[in-house]
């Protein structure tokens, strides 16, 4: 190697060296950006996925969501204030054709992935989600009336109401 | 009446909505409790209203007791009806009245959003318990 060389080497790791003991910018030209947030201890219900209901096509004395035609109402939950109480109205015939004027027995079942499990009921109830952030719950429906159901729209309904 | 006619387009549009879309039924509300102490016959109280969907929605604010749906006519909600925008929260502001010496009132504001009820299979709310106590 010749003193050249060695020179230019040299001079390289001084350089180098040089950039590493560089001071650190002062204090005064540093800018801290912070982002700021308040989470407010709140309960969200969205109904994502509407319900529908099937017609028993053997006996045609029953309406309900898990009948074929029929789809279960889906109710997402999101609390920020620990684990809510959701409460669901004894269910009612909100919708029927001008035709019916049965009395049917109106009832509603759900589970969720809080921990509710609710057998078919025609009562209010209610359940405490063991999620404390999260829940989904999937409600079935049904009508049932022995004097069978004319032609026409009908529509079962429940209020879901969330809170502590 | 210039307030409902204002409104009944907006109902239209939801109404349509709910039909069509299949996550038109949402509504939060927060906090979910709340109390405070006052030295008059009036207690404040902000509650924020939750627009978790894209799409404007119109909400329907008011009280009822405690434990049962009856209506709390002393509680009053100046704006009891609210227009937000997608995804966005407002605050609201509800005032209890006639708030007597030494007095604790409970009550709740329930918070859902305006639709033709036979339009949903589960019609959602969301209430807030609220404590008012009046010191002296």
Known sequence: MSKTATRIKLAT??????????????????????????VVPSCILTVSTPGLLGVSTNSGTELGSELPGGNAAVLAVIATAGAPTIQFTAPTMSAKPAGYSGSPTISIKY?????????????SSHYTSSSPLGDTVTVNAKADDAAGFPAGTYQVQTTATCQQ | MIRRAMIRPGLGIVAAAVASVASAAAVGLGPLSNEGATNTDRKGFYLTLINPEPAVQQFRLYSVEWDSEMPVPRVRIP?????????????????DTGLAPGEVHRFRVCAEHIAPAQQEMIHARVCSKLTARRVA
């Open chain 1, 13 to 38: 790791g001084i350089a180098a060296a040089a950039s590493l003991t560089i001071p650190a910018a002062p204090a005064e030209a540093q800018s801290v950006i912070q982002f700021t947030g308040i």
């Open chain 1, 111 to 123: 589970t969720s992935t809080g921990g509710a499990s609710q057998a078919y009921t025609t009562a």
């Open chain 2, 79 to 95: 704006i009891d009806q609210v227009a937000l925008g997608g995804n966005s929260q407002g605050r609201v502001l509800v005032i």
